[in-house]
């Protein structure tokens, strides 16, 4: 086997050797064929076989994910077990193969089509919910019968690098305790939620490959190279010791970085910002600690709602969020009220899939409109807060109106808990995200409303540059070098602190180490960054002065191009952590 490159988008840093699986997310091909009279009760018999087949299979999966992480999970697979029972289907596929004379796999594909288009366009929200496990299902279903073998995530025993098309946000939160150890899938940018998550677990990743996953076999060496954006299939013996030398020198890189967990982030001479951690589920809250995070500056609580049938309880809330609190005590956590829509979807809320959906219905829109399922989680929230250290804050405010309604529901919910005697932090400190270029054009008058800022960049640039977050075709157009996006920030910093509250920064442009002298030199006062990505936000801090830092933004604050700005920016980093440069392949 010859060494073949495949050029993609670098989302998630460093590099892994491992055996390549095929996490096949595309629609199945399924070709017609005629069938003789005689051979219906052959196809009626393998349908009825496939079923017994399938429903083994998924009571094997349930076993595992109730073994692996409790029985919570494996409660989706119960309605995907009433899916394979439902006469009605069977007896469509039955009828319509008599009566059409074609093979099963087609019959059955048409029938399932059908089903999930009738169940995703019913306004009862139980049958809607159905959707997506009938398509599931019968996806299972389908795959038994063309002898397709599709493997769970959740069921890998061995490591090894996931090649998709695509994978979901939810797809992604079940490699969590899984063993898989990098990424690579063929559409995707660097802030979507796939690779945000990939980051968080620490694993490389590359995404935007194009027809990567038709052209690389399961099983076959991979090398995902999370830095230079590449995937080698079947590397030469040259390069895979070029890739085992530069994990050495980058593992004693680390060894380095992680001296540095219990000092502050300091510059040279002195001054202080917090770097805290960014997390999905209350397990991080310890690998989030091991890095030296300084408090939780973004816990993103819609995952809460994925991988499961119905709605969270506020007490399965609440024990969530104090588990967090208390996880990371005396630090503080910033809950995030949660954020669905845009590239993250549950199929038991019933939001409508929409044309655009990042400018669609979505996080604070849902909420204000939901007020029930909202009112759940701000009680929560603010029952963990009784331990004093939880902020909370609002996704994508566009304006004060909203700002103001969110807060309205929020004092509801206090009025509530008082009336009934529960204890919560009477200070809560109240945030808004600033993600949307009208909040940060507004900063000035939305900083009046509330304790803190926390900027979104992940959708700051999205939506100032008009470019789709998750879309690779014009992942070169993301940029948070551009001067638009650098004013914004500068003009939000300076609206928050003339009004005497503080910002954070939580989108991943916190995170880049080659952007964090910059940042700091706007006088950003937090950085909420992925775990892993602590410590070298840390040594770039304590690498420079405040001066230093501050002469750097304001330089590049008067530059008009985005080239020169990273030319700059990179060059300050290569003298103050070399190694970033060189192991990391930041600029
Ligand atoms: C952001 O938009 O920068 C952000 C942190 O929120 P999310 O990535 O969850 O949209
Ligand atoms: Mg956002």
């Not at 029972?85 to 093979?103: F, G, M, P, S």
Request: aromatic share 6%.
């Amino acid at each position: 086997m010859t060494e073949r490159i495949f050029k993609g988008i670098a989302v998630s840093p460093g590099s892994v050797i491992g055996k390549a699986f095929i996490f096949d997310s595309e629609e199945d091909v399924v070709i017609e064929r005629e069938i003789a009279d005689g051979q219906i009760p052959v196809e009626i018999a393998r349908f009825e076989d496939a079923l017994i087949a399938t429903r083994r299979e998924i009571i094997q999966i349930q076993d595992k994910i109730t073994e692996a992480m409790g029985a919570k999970h494996a409660e989706i697979f119960n309605a995907h077990l009433l899916v394979l029972e439902d006469r009605a289907l069977i007896e469509d596929v039955i009828e319509k193969l008599e009566q059409e004379k074609k093979n099963i796999e087609w019959v059955f594909s048409q029938v399932a089509r059908k089903y999930a288009k009738i169940f995703s366009r019913v306004e009862d929200e139980y049958l809607k919910e159905r959707a997506a496990d009938v398509k599931d299902v019968t996806r299972r279903i389908l795959h038994t019968l063309l002898g397709k073998k599709r493997q769970d995530i959740a069921e890998l025993k061995e490591e090894v690098v996931i090649v998709a098309y695509d994978l979901s946000p939810s797809d992604t939160a079940l490699m969590h305790k899984e063993k898989v150890i990098g990424f690579a899938s063929d559409v995707g940018g660097k802030t979507s939620h796939t690779a945000i998550l990939a980051r968080s677990i620490g694993n490389p990743g590359v995404v935007g490959l194009h027809d990567a996953s038709k052209r690389i076999k399961s099983g076959q060496t991979v090398i995902v190279d999370g830095n230079r954006g590449i995937v080698i299939v079947s590397p030469s013996g040259k390069t895979l010791e070029k890739y085992q030398k530069e994990q050495r020198k980058l593992l004693v890189f680390e060894e380095k970085l992680s001296e540095l967990k219990d000092l502050p982030a300091e510059t040279i001479d002195g001054y202080r910002v917090v770097i805290a951690a960014n997390i999905e589920l209350p397990e991080d809250v310890p690998v989030a600690l091991a890095h030296g995070a300084q408090g939780i500056g973004l816990y993103r609580t819609e995952f809460f709602y994925m991988n499961r049938t119905g709605l969270p309880t506020e007490e399965e809330h609440y024990k969530a969020y104090r588990e967090v609190a208390e996880g990371i005590h005396p630090h503080p956590v910033t809950i995030r009220t949660f954020d669905l829509g845009g590239d993250k979807f549950v199929s038991h809320l019933d939001v409508p899939r929409e044309m655009n959906p990042f400018l669609g219905w979505r996080a604070i829109r849902f909420c204000l409109e939901r007020v029930d399922i909202f009112k759940v989680q701000l009680r929560a929230i603010l029952r963990a807060s009784a331990l004093g250290n939880v902020k909370v804050m609002f996704p994508m405010i566009s304006g004060v109106e909203e700002l103001k309604a969110a807060i309205g529901v929020l004092n509801e919910a206090k009025r509530e808990l008082r009336k009934e005697n529960v204890p919560f932090d009477r200070d809560i400190q109240v945030g808004a995200m600033i993600e949307i270029p009208s909040a940060a054009l507004t900063a000035d008058i939305l900083a009046k409303e509330v304790d803190f800022f926390s900027i979104g960049t992940n959708d700051l640039i999205q939506y100032s540059l008009a470019v789709d977050r998750v879309n690779e075709k014009i992942a070169y157009l993301y940029e948070p070098r551009h001067p638009a996006v650098l004013r914004l920030i500068r003009d939000i910093i300076e609206a928050a602190h003339s009004n005497g509250i503080w910002v954070a920064m939580c989108g991943e442009m916190a995170s880049e180490p080659s952007l964090t002298l910059i940042l700091l030199g706007l006088a950003l006062d937090e950085f909420s960054v992925s775990a892993v990505a602590i410590p070298e936000i840390k040594k770039v801090v304590r690498s420079v002065t405040l001066q230093e830092a501050r002469t750097l933004a304001r330089e590049v604050m008067s530059m008009e191009a985005i080239g020169p700005i990273r030319r700059k920016t990179a060059q300050l980093v290569r003298k103050a952590v070399p190694e970033l440069i060189r192991l990391k392949g930041q600029e």
